[in-house]
Structures are given as C-alpha cells and as structure tokens.
C-alpha cells in the first residue's frame, strides 16, 4: 500500500526507482541464465532468460522511446497472428524468443566494455591523438581508430570520438569556418566509414551474434576472416573517394593562404601497449573459453567482455582498488546497465519479429514465386547485400531485415547456395547501412553527439562511398565465390 504521507511527486520518483531496480536486476539475471545456459545447457537457463526479457520488456517502460514501443506493439501483434495461424505457435514464439534473449543479451555483456574505456586515461589519449593528425594521415588514422575503438565498445566509439574529432578542428582550423566545414566533413566521415567496417568481421559486433541465429551450417572463422579481407580493401576505397573528392581542395586553400600551421603530434606509445593489452586479454579469454567449452566465438566474447571490464576497472582504481571497483560495478549494475536497455530492446524485438515473421510466411510458396532456387548463387549474394541498406532508408532497423530474409533463404528447399557466403552477404548489407541510411544506428549515434543530421552524414557525405563500397563487395562476393 502507497504511504499516504507521500507527495505525487514522491510516489513517482519511488516508482521510478522501483522500475530501474526491476529493469537492472532482470537484466543482470537474463545475462546471467544465458551464459548458464550457453556453457553448460541446463534445462531452466533458457526459461530464465526468456523470463527476465519479459520482465525486462514491462519494467524498462520509463526508459524506452518511440522506436523501442512501436517494436514492442509489432511484436505483440505478430505474436496474437502466430496464434491464431500457427497450431505450433508457442514452440515458434518460444524459440524466436530464446533468440532475442541471446541478442540482448549479447548487447548488454559487451556494452560493459565501454565503461572500462569510459574512465581509461588511454582511450582519451588516442582518440586526442587520432585527431590531430597532419592531413597526410588524417584520414587513415581517424578511420582506423574508429575500427579499432569499435572493436571494443561498439556505438561508444562513435560517442567518444565524434566529439572529440570536433574539438580538436575547432582547436586547429582557426577562425576560417570553411577549413572547419572540410575538415569535420572528412574526419567524420572517416570515422563513420572505419566503425561501420569493423562489423564485417569483429566477433565483437552485433552482426555475428545474428547470423548465428539464423543461417545454419556458417563457418564463423572462415566468414570473419573474409569479412577481414572486405574491410581492409574498404579502407582503401573511403581514402580513394576522399582523396578524389577533394583533390583541388589543399591546393586552393594554400595558394589563399588559409591554411594555419599544423603541429606534429607525438604518438602515445605507452597508451596504445595499455589499450592493445586490453584487447589482447579479451581475445586469450574468448580463445580459452572457445579451447575448453567448444562454444563459437562470439559466445565466448559474451563471457570475456564483464571479466575483462572487472579486471580493467580494476587496474584503474590503483591503490584503492577493491572499495573504488566494488562502488564502480555497483553503479554499473545499477545505472549503466539499464542505460543499455533501449539499444538491447530494439534487438531483441526486432530479432524476434524478423524470425517470426519468416515462419508466418509461406517460405515454398513465396520461394516459388520468387523462384529463388534459379537465381545464380552470385546475383542472390548481391542481391541480400543491397536490400538490407535499401530498407534501412524506409526506417526498418537491419536486424528485422537480417533475420526476416535470412529465416526465409535458410528455410528455402533446393537453395544452392555456400551458407557462410550467404552469411557473409547479410553481414556486408548491414555494413553498407550504416554509411548509407540516416536511419542506421552509426548516423542515429553521430546526429546526436556531433548535431550533424542523418541525411547529411549519410547521403551528402556518404553517398559516392556507399555506392563504390557496393561495387567493391559485389567484387569481392565473385571472387569468393570461385574458391
């Protein structure tokens, strides 16, 4: 019973606390049942997990926004059609739903990591030295730290260094706003081109963890290793189109006398052995966990990254380690953890729609009159790497996309097609959408922290180099193919 001493406003603020206490501790518990039931299979893991996302999906309400209620509507809508068409709909909403556990909790265990990055005096220093490079290698630098901090925590590469990237032009382009205009156009969009390239193949990314859900038979080594190969020949095609875009442009502004001096800025040695020492510690605990469970990587990257955040923390807090780190994870558990909330919903509903939805479709019915099985395994590649960013600019998030048309062309009898190919073509489509769509969550994050809009950074910016970027994947897909 409610205190009637209390004020509105004091009943609110004890709901609201009583609703993030629900919405962290489901969380922690879902990851937690995940892991259980990842590494050893116990029969209750999965229910648990299942359990606290619903609980998760009630109580985190306060916290979520437009896209993450609409997302839960359509869910609950598709979930009353697979009722009503499906006999065998509780085991299909209950395995879908299995799956979205496993996608949030995927998000939620690897945006600890960013809270480790957070507080390290070693991020901040080498995202203060990507952005002060002479422009020789402004551009490699600032996409290749973008691919490397992504690597680690994800969308808080884009929060960290976006802003930052704008300080240090304003701090070196003078007053001419034209310099600064160039200048933040190609930093920015070097850092959006480097992150977006990291999910071709990190087992860090989002990307990995949903075509395990649902492409069957993927060799997520071989898939990672030519996601490696794609990445590095992107990097040379975004400093090709930077270079060709702007050629004239260093020229001009010398013979105007515009340009200020520029200053060399010393590499910080030290910082970059601490931060490779974080990522190497990451990669030992996920080979070990690969070696003594037999699990897939990206599984193994869910239970390295809280043991890797605990032991950096850790290291941070120095001489007063235990209090410091216990108030630390404390806070992690209480206010970090559900500020990841919106991101982990919108991929677990968004997950669990695509699946579901592929099962209330038709599959031989719509494959015949697709006719997909006819398609050359080529075109099909190409194809599935050019609708996912096509429909990211209608507003659909990629997941829904990914697992929707991945269910449907795994589930197609007689497709004659390489599955890690496949998979790897869904993966490419997701990489192209975040430079191309100002819906994709990369232009959502840096319209937000840098107040560039979406269509800017995407179309104006990135437009040629999506475009080029298709090309070069379409090229890469034919040579993979042949062996």
């Known amino acids: 019973m409610t205190d009637p001493s209390l004020t509105p406003r004091d ?62 509507v359509l869910a609950i809508l598709v979930t009353l059609a697979a009722f009503s068409l499906k006999p065998d709909a509780a085991a299909l909403t209950g395995a879908a739903l299995g799956k979205a556990a496993f996608l949030a909790s995927f998000m939620i265990l690897l945006a600890l990591l960013r809270n480790g990055a957070a507080t390290s005096e070693s991020v901040l220093n080498l995202g203060r030295y990507l952005t002060r490079q002479p422009p020789g290698r402004r551009y490699l630098s600032t996409h290749l730290g973008g691919h490397a901090l992504g690597i680690i925590f994800n969308f808080g590469a884009l929060s960290l260094l976006g802003p930052l990237l704008q300080r240090g032009i304003r701090a070196t382009s003078g007053d001419n706003p034209t310099i600064s205009a160039i200048r933040e156009q190609r930093q920015i969009s070097a850092l959006n081109r480097g992150f977006s390239s990291f999910i071709a193949w990190a087992p860090t990314a989002v990307t990995q963890a949903t075509i395990l859900t649902v492409i069957a038979h993927v060799d997520t080594l071989k898939m990672a290793a030519l996601g490696g190969i794609v990445a ?48 190497a510690s990451l990669a030992a605990l996920a080979l070990g966990a690969i070696l003594l469970s037999d699990v897939k990587t990206v599984p193994a990257i869910m239970l390295a990254a809280p043991l890797v955040t605990v032991g950096w923390i850790w290291i941070q807090n120095g001489h007063h380690q235990l209090p410091a780190t216990d108030a630390r994870l404390r806070s ?152």
């Open 232 to 279: 590095v020949a992107l990097s040379f095609v975004g400093w090709a189109e930077d270079r060709i875009r702007w050629r004239h442009t260093r020229a001009r502004l010398l013979a105007q006398g515009a340009l200020p001096e520029e200053q060399e800025n010393a590499f910080p040695r030290a910082d970059f052995f601490r931060f490779a020492g974080v990522c």
């Open 11 to 72: 009943a609110r603020t004890n709901m609201g606390q009583i609703a993030n206490s629900l919405t962290a501790t489901s969380l922690i518990v879902m990851c937690v049942c995940e892991l259980v039931d990842i590494f050893s299979v116990q029969p209750w893991a999965e229910t648990g997990a299942i359990s606290a996302l619903l609980v998760f999906a009630v109580f985190g309400q306060p916290r979520f926004h437009l896209r993450e209620r609409t997302l839960l």
């Open 332 to 483: 992690i558990a209480g206010s970090s953890i559900p500020d990841s909330s919106p991101e982990a919903l919108t991929l677990a509903s968004a997950g669990y729609l695509g699946l579901v939805c592929a099962h209330l479709v038709p599959i031989e019915t719509l494959a015949a009159a697709l006719d997909l099985a006819a398609i050359p395994a080529l075109v099909l590649y190409a194809l599935v790497a050019a609708v996912i960013p096509v429909i990211s600019n209608l507003g659909l998030p990629p997941i829904f996309t990914v697992t929707f048309l991945g269910s449907i062309l795994n589930a197609t009898p007689e497709l004659d097609v390489d599955p890690t190919l496949l998979g790897l073509s869904l993966v490419l489509g997701w990489t192209l959408n975040l430079t191309g769509s100002p819906f994709s969550a990369s232009s959502l994050v840096l319209a937000r922290t840098t107040g560039i809009p979406g269509r800017v950074l995407s179309w104006r910016w990135n437009g040629a180099y999506s475009l080029a970027a298709y090309a070069t994947i379409v090229l890469a897909l034919a040579i993979f193919s042949r062996f």
